[in-house]
């Protein structure tokens, strides 16, 4: 027989699935309709698109590109970074860039991020990651590196999720050869390698950084 503190845990649990799914049709999973995230102080709610008949109309619709230099990237193209899917970014962000303790980075050129961005991410354009940009005394700092010595400690170093214009572009992988070479922890980076198509094929909150 079910004494009263289980019956209220039981009660509880589905009260919380029941507020989880009382209001939207198109959720991310079954058990998931929202996810909010800590940016810049400002609660943001990453959702779908709830118009299931909606379609893209932009660039991302595409789906042929000259290559090179669009070229389809590797699912691993970094051997010891490990490559991350919508679910295990969305936990990022949750867990770890709402914490501090993770940097969501948006490894396009600029005019790529202002069109919008995923919440959460910053914008470190891949050729400031380059070993050699004048900008990389500023960057790694922020990511959580120290110069000891003249060499870069990465000790406590940020966890970093790093992505860009989706499986043909090649700009986040090249910011992640740009990190390693500069001796960045691989066990300290992911790769999100659907990037901001992939994002939107899905119909997933895309923040415009200048309606910031």
């Not at 400690?153 to 090249?174: C, E, H, M, Y």
Request: glycine share 8%; net charge positive.
């Amino acid at each position: 027989m079910l004494n009263k503190k289980s019956i209220f845990a039981i009660l509880t649990a589905l009260s919380m699935v029941y507020v989880s799914a009382e209001d939207l049709k198109v959720k991310i999973t079954p058990n998931i309709s929202k996810v909010d995230v800590d940016v810049l102080g400002d609660v943001v709610t990453i959702k779908r698109i709830q118009d299931t008949n909606h379609k893209l109309k932009n660039s991302y619709a595409k789906t042929s590109r000259p290559c090179p230099p669009f070229c389809v990237q590797p699912f691993e193209p970094i051997k010891g970074i490990k490559t991350i899917g919508e679910l295990e970014l969305l936990k990022f962000l949750k867990n770890d860039v709402s914490n501090n303790t993770g940097v969501l980075v948006d490894a396009r050129l600029p005019k790529w991020y202002k069109e919008g961005t995923i919440p959460g991410a910053i914008n470190i354009p891949f050729p400031i990651l380059n070993p050699k940009s004048p900008y990389i005394e500023k960057v790694l700092p922020v990511l959580g590196a120290k110069k000891v010595d003249g060499k870069w400690d990465f000790s406590n170093a940020q966890k970093l999720v790093i992505f860009d214009n989706g499986p043909w572009s090649q700009q986040g992988t090249r910011a992640m050869e740009h990190l390693v070479n500069i001796g960045y922890p691989k066990d300290k980076i992911s790769y999100y390698r659907g990037g901001m198509q992939y994002w939107q094929i899905l119909g997933l909150t895309v923040l415009n950084p200048q309606g910031q």
